[in-house]
């Protein structure tokens, strides 16, 4: 598989998560509006708000995918699909997810050159059901997440489509859309976008009681990637629209970095543990699971102690001296001020404190700390502010720079000028004042790269500049920025 045929696909369900996502390096993201998405509790985007989305993803080269993915009404579909789908499509809206096949014909016959992707709750398991996709006229299916590579690939061998699979983030206990249980017991239907998530409360079964039996560990592929590739995965995805910018950005960069190893060199893949322990500390549920990747459903799939994120193990509890209050714990990470530790004891709820002082991995800290604590309780770090205030960093300020080339010409008696285009076609031209011959102090060429040379805050960077500047001239410095 070559390099352009392949797309990290990274989830929006804020502008901040997208700003995070481009800037840790996707190729597009998925974004639900105000309207019509299967996480309507996400700070999903409306209106001009959108469209200055799809703008900000056009920008670097970004696809964006808007998510139309729960079962429409009548009079949805009716009087109020086509106005909430118009000014993103002029606007050049890359794609839309559609659950609904009464969607899918509509945005056909509305917007006939619009890409329709067939959503992962369309329970896509096989072949046939990805060949009557196209011939519906999706132009990619989103594979339902209980497929092997195996069964991916059979899909890929047989069908003429566009493969996105799931690579990464929270699975659902049962296939994605098919739940009716939210609203059963909810009262909150999770095909209108909805879910209650009752497959993260506690049941009870053959003597097991009060544990979260239905709740899966989050899938983590990246040590996989070379199978799901070699499957024929197109676009590799990775689910989190409820999830913060900075987890967004973190797992983007993470399989952005892996992705363009693999393709450095296939034959020397290996993923450094560093990045393993990244991953888990920006969520996990007691561990990863491949999903059905490279396994069956099983035990090792679930996480039933805890349905939230665990953070990272960090150490064990090495003496509790309730009179003073003092817990002794042994290290194994580093820890920093603001880090959030939480202690496993014996009985819940489990007691949780804030890190005060720097520490290296192996030392033996001692914090103020009251609950029912025993000696090897399991110490978690539930928040990592070093790596939270890194990961902010990346999206807080346009990291990612677009190159653009430019000309500059600076001729005695002609007036200043500069073009600057980038590798998308796209040129500006603009000019100045007249260019005078100089006095005592001629305007350097040196000098005039430098300003021309400077971006600032915008989001790109002048990878080339030709020039073409007579040697005793001048131009006043205020034109020569004005003209930039």
């Known amino acids: 598989m070559e390099k352009k045929k392949l797309e990290i696909l990274a989830p929006a369900g804020s502008f901040e998560s997208l700003k995070a996502a481009v800037h840790a390096g ?26 200055e989305a799809i703008d900000y993803a056009h920008l670097y080269g970004v696809k964006l995918y808007l998510t139309v993915n729960t079962l429409l009404k009548d009079k949805e579909l009716e009087g109020e699909l086509y106005d909430y789908l118009k000014p993103c499509v002029e606007h050049g809206l890359d794609a ?23 959503s992962t709750q369309m329970t896509i398991t096989g072949k046939n059901g990805a060949q009557l996709l196209k011939k519906m006229g999706a132009s990619r299916v989103v ?27 929270a699975l659902c206990y049962c296939y994605s859309g098919q739940c009716l249980l939210s609203s059963m017991i909810g009262g909150r239907s999770g095909n209108r976008g909805r879910c209650a998530q009752p497959c993260r409360l506690t049941y009870s079964m053959n003597g097991i009681k009060d544990k979260y039996l239905l709740s899966p560990k989050d899938m983590c592929t990246v040590e996989a990637i070379p199978d799901i590739l070699d499957a024929g995965v197109y676009s590799l995805k990775i689910e989190g629209r409820m999830k913060s910018p900075e987890y967004v950005a973190g797992v983007t960069r993470i399989y952005r970095k892996y992705i363009d190893l693999y393709f450095e060199n296939p034959e020397e893949y290996k ?26 459903a099983g035990r090792e799939m679930m996480s039933i102690e805890r349905p939230k994120s665990w953070g990272l193990k960090v150490g064990i509890v090495d003496k509790y001296l309730p009179k003073y209050k003092k817990v002794t714990i042994r290290t ?24 005060s002082k720097h520490s290296k991995a192996g030392e033996v800290i001692t914090i103020t700390l009251e609950g029912d604590i025993n000696k090897n309780d399991v110490v978690y770090r539930t928040f990592g502010k070093a790596l939270q205030d890194e990961l902010k960093k990346t999206y ?34 603009v000019s100045g004042s007249i260019v005078e011959p100089a006095g005592s102090s001629p305007m350097l060429p040196m000098k005039l790269r430098e300003n021309i040379s400077k971006m600032g805050a915008t989001p790109f960077v002048l990878a080339d500049l030709q020039t073409d500047i007579d040697r005793y001239i001048y131009v006043n410095i205020s034109e020569v920025n004005r003209v930039r």
């Open 96 to 118: 839309v997810i559609v659950q609904d096949t009464g969607v899918m014909k509509c945005i056909q016959r509305w917007f006939p050159e619009l890409d329709i992707h067939a």
């Open 26 to 51: 996707t190729d597009a993201v998925y974004m639900g509006g105000s309207r019509f998405g299967a996480r309507a509790y996400a700070q999903n985007p409306e209106g001009d708000r959108l469209l």
């Open 332 to 355: 194994r990470e580093p820890l920093v001020p603001g880090d959030g530790l939480e202690i496993w004891t014996q009985t819940e709820p489990h007691v949780g404190t804030n890190v």
């Open 271 to 296: 993923v450094d543990p560093v990045d393993i322990k990244a991953l888990q500390q920006l969520f996990n549920r007691g561990g990863f699971t491949e999903g059905y990747y490279t396994s069956f």
């Open 396 to 429: 807080e300020k346009d990291t990612r720079k677009l190159p653009i080339y430019g000309m500059l010409r600076v001729k005695e008696g002609e007036p200043i000028s500069l073009q600057l285009w980038d590798n998308g076609g796209n040129s500006v031209f």
């Open 143 to 169: 594979t339902a997440r209980e497929l092997s590579a195996e069964e991916i690939k059979d899909i890929h061998d047989n069908v003429d489509i566009e493969i996105e699979s799931f690579v990464h983030g």
